[in-house]
């Protein structure tokens, strides 16, 4: 480490035994990064072709107006995430305000009532539940319980693996019309899935019933493996342009990826019937979003360095993570379990106090709609909510679990980790 470096850290109070811990973290990991480099500099490689054939042009990048007929910015985004995810078509689009909205409007696109939804992750995210209509004695107005769809749930193994015997047990029920595959873990302990995984899941699926839908939930889990959901078989994978598709630059926005079939009926579902993808304006530039997806590769590899950085250190100091510093990663979260509420909210605000943005906020729990508890989120991000850039977050319940996700840089990761340590050295939460 640079001298001018420690002296800063000194400048800062920070104890030195911090920073020595940290960086002697960075330093035995440091050569297991070679093989995220490698990984992203594969997806780089292949994102470059396909602008290529694309033909992406300054031309693309224009705003336009009213309702959007022949907005050749929109249609070659569309064009480009469908080579990029490997999938037939796509739809990408700044109208679709976070992940979950175009999980609702594709699980609305792809049933009808009487239908029923099988989640074979078992619960979703929470934010799920009320577009389901899980959540209180009435549904959620406007739920798929509303609209008389059903909804079933197989859970994951003990082992955290998709059941499937249980899960082709299940569809022999002919109501089951979509499956729902949820990458990431959400507020859970379980296991993030492998594209490997997936794939076992859906071919055993589809050899037993072609008419199904698969929807994979692909948010935090883009360009960490080599291949995504729709080159194995999802007849959609959807996710948030403010998570890892979008760079860090994408300033809102979501996108679908699948079969001609899907997208179609989801186009219906994102405006109307029979008007369906033709129409949608942006007024603003739509350079984020091309930027943003060729930065994606390298700043997915920045967080997954970041969180394997956090992996090791908790893990020497006692704590229970996952995954652990060297095991796969197959999204960009990092869980690690806490002693109690008081060490998780430090832990927070210690995140937010290293943020390029609103350090001066202090997070303090409160109800988050759409969750069933008490949330506190730290996230002093450019973009309100993008959890590519680094934020931690957390229900206040046992087992006090705080989910770390993202890091638009490694040095800030890093940088937040040696100022986490020393606010909970200080409160005595951890002793070197």
């Not at 839908?213 to 995504?228: I, K, P, Q, S």
């Not at 007849?235 to 679908?256: F, Q």
């Not at 942006?282 to 984020?288: I, K, N």
Request: proline letters at 6%; hydrophobic letters at 40%; one cysteine or more.
């Amino acid at each position: 480490m640079l001298k001018s470096m420690e002296q800063l850290y000194k400048d800062m109070g920070i104890p030195q035994k911090v920073v020595k811990l940290v960086q002697d973290a960075h330093d035995e990991i440091k050569t297991a990064f070679e093989r995220i480099e490698a990984l992203r500099e594969y997806h780089q490689a292949r994102i470059l072709k396909f602008m290529n054939e694309c033909g992406v042009s300054q031309r693309h990048f224009y705003p336009s107006t009213g309702y959007g007929y022949g907005d050749e910015g929109r249609d070659t985004l569309d064009q480009l995430y469908a080579a990029v995810f490997g999938g037939q078509d796509a739809l990408v689009r700044p109208q679709w305000a976070s992940g979950t909205h175009v999980i609702s409007d594709s699980l609305f696109a792809l049933t009808r009532p009487g239908d029923v939804i099988l989640s074979i992750t078992g619960k979703p995210y929470d934010t799920l539940e009320q577009v389901i209509g899980l959540v209180g004695k009435q549904p959620a107005h406007g739920s798929l319980a509303e609209w008389k769809v059903g909804y079933k749930q197989v859970d994951l193994t003990p082992g955290g693996s998709i059941d499937i015997p249980a899960v082709l047990s299940m569809i022999e029920d002919h109501k089951i019309k979509l499956v729902l595959i949820q990458r990431s873990r959400g507020y859970s302990t379980r296991p993030s899935l492998s594209v490997y995984h997936i794939e076992k899941a859906i071919q055993a699926i589809k050899s037993k019933r072609r008419d199904v839908f698969v929807v994979v939930d692909n948010c935090y889990g883009e360009f960490t493996e080599e291949l995504e959901p729709s080159h194995v078989g999802a007849d959609l994978t959807v996710g948030s342009l403010i998570k890892n598709s979008g760079g860090g630059l994408a300033p809102t926005g979501g996108y679908a990826v699948g079969t001609t079939q899907a997208i179609e009926r989801l186009s219906c579902r994102l405006t109307c019937p029979g008007v369906g993808r033709e129409v949608g304006s942006y007024a603003a530039p739509y350079t984020p979003f091309y930027q943003g997806l060729f930065l994606a590769p390298h700043i997915v590899g920045e967080a997954l360095k970041g969180t394997m950085l956090m992996a090791k250190v908790f893990q020497q100091l006692g704590y229970t993570v996952s995954p652990r510093w060297d095991e796969p990663r197959y999204d960009i979260i990092q869980t690690i379990q806490l002693k109690g509420a008081e060490e998780l909210i430090a832990f927070c605000r210690a995140i937010q106090s290293a943020s390029p943005v609103d350090s001066r906020v202090v997070p303090h729990p409160w109800d988050m709609p759409g969750y069933q508890h008490q949330v506190i989120m730290a996230a002093g991000t450019f973009v309100q909510g993008a959890s590519i850039e680094l934020s931690a977050d957390a229900p206040l319940v046992p087992p006090y679990v705080v989910y770390l996700q993202g890091g638009l840089t490694y040095e800030h990761v890093k940088f937040a980790l040696v100022k986490v340590l020393a606010e909970m050295a200080e409160r005595g939460f951890v002793k070197f």
